[in-house]
């Protein structure tokens, strides 16, 4: 990659899991966030993750409170019912809108012509997907 003046850019940011230094051989390698930047640059942090625990978080405390409610011992979550929770969170409370947005907060969509384009794409029914 020196010789041929090529660079990767491989993103970090503060995770504990990263490390805090590249190796020296890797001079075209590597490129660090600053500290407390990573939500503000990344569409993921920007709410489609909080909004996604918080309706995780609503669903398993209906259960327990229906459970309460029906004089029942308190609901002992397992991994299976879990997955199965996260599963619908993901495919019923977190709608695309939310996901535009956080994209749109990032600067991914310019302005509200692009995100109307997007729409009238999302509105596409799946079998005529699977024609094209």
Known sequence: MVAECRKIALVFDNCPAHPKEMNPKLKNVS?????????????????????FKIHYRKRIVRKVITTLEDNQSMPKINIRESISEISKTWNYDVTDRTIRNSFTKVGFFASNENSANTEEEDDIPLQELKKM
């Open 31 to 51: 490129f660090f966030l600053p500290p407390n930047t990573t939500s503000k640059l990344q569409p993921m942090d920007q709410g489609v993750i909080k909004n």
